[in-house]
C-alpha cells in the first residue's frame, strides 16, 4: 500500500518569511496529491492540490510542485501570516484509487 | 467545495456505552468515508461507507466495533462501540465529489470529539 512521509513535523517562521513542507510517497501509481490545512478544532480543509501531469501549480501566496521521478512533492507558502498557522496534511491515493493515505502532519507556526 | 455536516460536535461518554455520529452530505457527493484522527495525530481511513451495503473496512478496523450505515446517498452514520478511554479521537466524515473513474477532491466534514472516561 501507499506510504506518505512528511517533514518537517513542525515549523516555525518569522511572518512574511516562506514555509516548506515536503512529502514522499512510495506508490508510483499514485496520480493526485493534495494538501489540507486543519486549524484548532476544525476539519481539513483543501488547500491545494496536484495532478500528476502537471510539475507546479500556484494559488495565490500558496504552490505545490511534484517530482514524480523522486517520488515528492512539496507544499511552498510564501509572504506568511499568522492566519496561516494550523497543522498542514500531505496526502495521496491508495494504489492510484480514491482513498487517501494521509502524511503525518506539519504543524506550522508563524511568529508575528 | 461540498457541504459536510456533522453531529454531534463533541461528546463525553462513559466507557462500555456506544456513540453514533451522524454524517450529512450535498448532493454532489459520490463516495463517503470515516476516518479516525488520534489526538495530536494524523487522519487514519477507517471504512469506505457504501450505500445500501457493507462498508467496506481497512485493515485493523471492524464492523463490530466501527458498525457503519448509508442508507441513501447523503446520509451516513457511525458507530463507536463499546468504547474506552483508547477510542478517544476525532471522528470524520468525507466526502468525494466527481466520477468514481477519476480522483477527485475529498471534502472533510468539522469532526466529532469524542472523549471517553
Known amino acids: 500500500g501507499e506510504n506518505v512521509e512528511q517533514h518537517p513535523s513542525t515549523l516555525s517562521v518569522q511572518e512574511g518569511d516562506s514555509a516548506v513542507i515536503k ?7 499514485s496520480n493526485y496529491f ?45 509572504e506568511t501570516q499568522p492566519e496561516d498557522s494550523a497543522v498542514y496534511f500531505c496526502a495521496a491515493p ?9 502524511g503525518g502532519g506539519t504543524r506550522v507556526l508563524v511568529k508575528p | 467545495s461540498a457541504v459536510i455536516s456533522q453531529k454531534p460536535s463533541r461528546d463525553i461518554c462513559q466507557r462500555g ?33 457504501n450505500q445500501g451495503s457493507e462498508a467496506t473496512y ?4 471492524v464492523i463490530d466495533k466501527f458498525p457503519i450505515s448509508r442508507p441513501n446517498l447523503t446520509f451516513s452514520t457511525l458507530t463507536v462501540s463499546n468504547m474506552s478511554p483508547e477510542d478517544s479521537s476525532i471522528y470524520l466524515c468525507s466526502g468525494l465529489r466527481g466520477p468514481q473513474t477519476f480522483q477527485e477532491t475529498q471534502y472533510f ?6 472523549l471517553v472516561l
Open chain 1, 23 to 29: 512529502c514522499t510517497y512510495s506508490d508510483s501509481a
Open chain 2, 17 to 49: 456505552t456506544s456513540l453514533t455520529i451522524q454524517c450529512q452530505v450535498d448532493s454532489q457527493v459520490t463516495m463517503m468515508f470515516w476516518y479516525r484522527q488520534q489526538p495530536g495525530q494524523s487522519l487514519t481511513l477507517i471504512a469506505t461507507a
Open chain 2, 109 to 114: 466534514g468539522p469532526g466529532t470529539r469524542l
Open chain 2, 58 to 61: 481497512e485493515s485493523g478496523f
Open chain 1, 94 to 102: 491508495k494504489a492510484a484509487g480514491n482513498k487517501l493515505t494521509f
Open chain 1, 34 to 78: 493534495p494538501w489540507y490545512k486543519q486549524e484548532l478544532g476544525k476539519g481539513p480543509q483543501l488547500i491545494i492540490d496536484i495532478r500528476s501531469n502537471v510539475g507546479e501549480k500556484k494559488d495565490q501566496r500558496i504552490a505545490v510542485t511534484l517530482n514524480k521521478t523522486a517520488k515528492h512533492f512539496s507544499l511552498h507558502i510564501t
